[in-house]
């Protein structure tokens, strides 16, 4: 296949740290181009330089052969170049449709916001990527999986050639990815290329044709996916030997009486909820996008009305009816966004990761001796702590916000989502620390939309279809064929 696009050289640096040092990419026609590399290795960078958002410090880009100059995203709209970025830029207050035409070269804009002509504009590319909301609903009413697809729709609307995908499906469940996947299957089947940025071995493994591997800004390595395994990948990416297999949580444990008692609860989502949480006990939190995970981590932490149904800590009645009470109650929160519930992107590493448990200058300088060890054990990287976490990776931003709930120590924790956009190699070590939580007596709640991360983690699992419990399995028995016919609302719902 002849080649599309051809970045050569291409370096970035922010201040001292380089993000690209002389790196380079080549993407043929219809090809899916996996990028590859442990958190920070400026995937991010190289995705942005190319569609046009963010500005290389040196190097060039060929598109077709010839040399072409990219210096903001209309000029890689120009070229047909789209991207999803891995933090999406969606305008919450806006609707759908407004986002997916704003600065649109596909849509012809009149002046004036004609609802209409957007939602005809829209409607083929919802359907396409299967979203099932209307052009007219505001982007901010969407869980983040959802507000993935917008920025999908955006992307084909857009008719690229070439669409760059920054961990597309780092909030999507299995069965919009697997769709995402269809999506990506039939454009290169029309030619358009894709360059694909996952931490998820077994997506590369059945899309992608290449892929380049990126280490400390450097390329390491390009390989044809079809003569190299997960292992060798893995091996180039962290530049050691990883094992990824981690053994299951063995068969539950005899626990002592409930920490967190939840019966009957009902809020706008959830219905009639009911289970028990033991100190030591991980508990996976299972669902198809919109099941109700992250409406179960919010109506626990006091974020979302409690309407039915009671909620007891230690077997005391409680009533969390915001954050702050919440964490009197010693229920923590890891929400699924971090960028729009939980990082204050503006605010230093540090001030990021102390916010939760600081009460006064005493205890501050005490948890800024904490921090450092915190950092080690995560294996954060960032250029210093004091750093906005704005100039974090995506992955690093994520580390820095478990370093939050980690020093708060709260006894119950829900964690939606915690290993999103985490690299292999990090994933290894989140998954310990989720097992260390356990073992230290805490509660753990574990929301995931990967069955084999809940499988690992959890002693049971717990099954949301539609707000509702659709089972509860032990982890013994769970497989990801039982949750997912559990999750699809194939399970009657009698429990
Ligand atoms: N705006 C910025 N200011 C300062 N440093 C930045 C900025 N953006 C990125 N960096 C740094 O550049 C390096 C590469 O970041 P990049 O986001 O490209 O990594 P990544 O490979 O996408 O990682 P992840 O898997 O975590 O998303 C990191 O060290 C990061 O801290
Ligand atoms: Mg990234």
């Known amino acids: 296949m002849p080649e599309l696009l051809r ?3 291409i370096s970035k640096r922010y201040g001292g740290v380089y993000a690209l040092q002389g790196a380079g990419l080549s993407v043929a026609e219809g090809e899916i181009h996996a990028l590859l590399g442990e958190n920070g290795a400026g995937k991010s960078t190289l995705a942005k330089i190319i569609a046009g958002s963010v500005r290389p410090d040196s190097g060039r880009i060929f598109f077709r052969g010839a040399p072409v100059s990219i210096r903001n995203p209309r000029d890689a709209q120009r070229l047909g170049i789209g991207i999803i970025y891995q933090e999406l830029d969606l305008f919450p207050n806006l609707t759908i449709g ?19 002509r957007i939602e005809f504009f829209c409607g083929p590319v919802l359907d396409r990527v299967g979203l099932g909301r209307g052009a007219r609903e505001l982007v ?12 999908l729709a955006r992307a084909l609307s857009m008719d690229a050639r070439l669409i ?5 499906t780092s909030a999507l469940s299995d069965d919009a990815a697997a769709r995402l996947f269809d999506v990506i299957g039939a454009l290169k089947r029309s030619g358009v290329s894709i360059v694909y940025v996952s931490h998820k071995m077994d997506e590369i493994f059945r899309i992608c044709d290449r892929a380049t591997v990126l ?70 939190v299972a669902g198809l996008v919109g099941a109700g995970r992250s409406e179960l981590g919010a109506a626990l932490f006091g974020l979302d009305r409690i309407r039915g149904g009671e909620i007891r800590v230690r077997g005391a009645a409680a009533h969390p009816r915001s954050p702050a009470a919440a964490m009197r109650l010693g229920i923590g929160l890891l929400p699924e966004d971090r960028k729009l519930e939980g990082l204050m992107m503006d605010m230093s590493v540090a001030e990021n990761t102390t916010i939760a448990a600081s009460r006064g200058l005493i ?11 915190l950092y080690a054990r995560l294996a954060l990287r960032s250029p210093s702590w004091s750093a906005p976490v704005s100039a974090l990776s995506g992955g690093n931003q994520q580390k820095a916000l478990l370093a939050r709930w980690l020093l708060v120590n709260p006894d119950i924790v829900f964690l939606d989502d915690p290993a999103r956009g985490i690299d292999v190699g990090a994933k290894q070590d989140i998954y310990r620390i989720i097992g260390e939580l356990a073992a230290a007596g805490k509660g753990v709640l574990l929301a995931s939309s990967e069955l084999p991360e809940l499988l690992r983690c959890s002693h049971r699992i717990l099954v949301l279809n539609e707000g ?20 699809s609302g194939a399970v009657a719902h009698d429990r």
């Open 468 to 487: 509702r419990m659709a089972a509860m399995f032990d982890a013994a028995e769970a497989t990801q064929e039982k949750i997912m016919a559990a999750a």
């Open 98 to 116: 407004e986002n997916i035409v704003i600065g649109n070269r596909s849509f012809q804009e009149k002046g004036f916001v004609d609802f209409a």
């Open 363 to 373: 205890r501050r300088t005490r948890e800024e001796a904490a921090i450092e060890p």
């Open 140 to 151: 901010a009413s969407l869980p983040i999986g959802q507000a993935q697809l917008v920025a």
């Open 7 to 9: 970045a050569e050289s």
């Open 215 to 284: 280490r400390d800004g450097r390329v390491i390595a390009t390989e044809e996916v079809a003569h190299t395994t997960p292992e060798a990948l893995i091996r180039l990416m962290v530049g050691r030997e990883l094992s990824t297999t981690g053994d299951r949580l063995s068969s539950p444990v005899n626990f002592p009486a409930p920490l967190l008692s939840v019966s009957h609860l009902t809020t706008r989502k959830l219905r009639d909820v009911t289970f028990d949480l033991h100190p030591g006990e991980v508990l996976g």
């Open 164 to 168: 760059l995908m920054d961990e597309p």
